[in-house]
């Protein structure tokens, strides 16, 4: 597996995620994925028309036993969908692996966000971006997606393990996320906590059930200590 920081103009990013207990964590989640080969990297403007095709795939397929064609048609682009902020921040990855004609895909992609914004894509209009302190707030956890085809293959968790890893590194103690419905478990396995259910309005007078949830850095660091030890 390659984990690789590509910025604008072909420049490697120069990151803290690789440190030894991360790096551990990229070999436990190698072993669980087989034969699978993915190149992990933090995401650039480029990515943004291949990210929207991915979010409205998964959206369609992995979300439809949560919520109806509706809350679907109405969540697309504004509360689930392409958060440019985040990538310009340097703080969303995409996931790779080659198709079965050999060309490389984005299979999924997820990041987090030094910023108050808990769920939503650009076109949200109550989007508040203003950056959060890291000494008395919580890192957000941002817009995770997996392709159809590709999930159960533990991408979604080597995504969570590096977007916990690079906030704690940026100083946060505590991580929340919005979860959709469709995700909770895969977030309650990872440790987090349910705090509340938001009932979001949507443009065409729906609402979409979100799940706000938050778990601690020292809980995600014991986690892969465990993982260790067990090894």
């Known amino acids: ?50 990210l929207g095709e991915l979010i409205e795939q998964s959206v369609r397929v992995l979300q439809a036993a949560d919520y109806t064609q509706a809350q679907m ?30 060309v ?25 971006d203003d950056l959060l302190d890291p000494a008395k707030e919580a890192a957000k956890i941002r817009a995770f997606f997996v392709r159809p085809g590709w999930e159960r293959r533990g991408i979604g968790t080597l995504l969570l393990s590096m977007c916990e890893n690079a906030a704690a590194d940026a100083g946060f103690s505590r991580f929340e996320l919005g979860s959709t419905l469709t995700g909770v478990a895969l977030y309650r396995e990872r440790g987090y906590e349910e705090l509340e259910r938001i009932h979001a309005p949507l443009p065409n007078c729906e609402t979409l059930e979100i799940v706000k ?19």
């Open 73 to 102: 048609d109405g969540a697309l682009g504004t509360l689930l969908g392409v958060d440019s902020q985040l990538i310009a921040d340097g703080t969303y990855f995409v996931v790779e692996a080659s198709a079965d004609d050999g």
């Open 1 to 50: 597996m390659l984990v690789r920081g590509a910025q604008p103009g072909g420049r490697q990013l120069k990151s803290k995620l690789l440190r030894p207990s991360f790096q551990f964590s990229l070999e436990t989640k190698r072993a669980a994925m087989g034969k699978n080969e993915f190149d992990v990297r933090v995401a650039t403007a480029a990515d943004i028309p291949a």
């Open 213 to 231: 949830m938050r778990k601690s850095a020292r809980q995600a660091k014991f986690e892969i200590r465990s993982k260790f030890l067990r090894g």
């Open 104 to 128: 490389a895909q984005i299979v999924a992609c997820g990041g987090w966000s030094k910023r108050r914004t808990l769920f939503g894509a650009d076109r949200r209009a109550d989007r508040e």
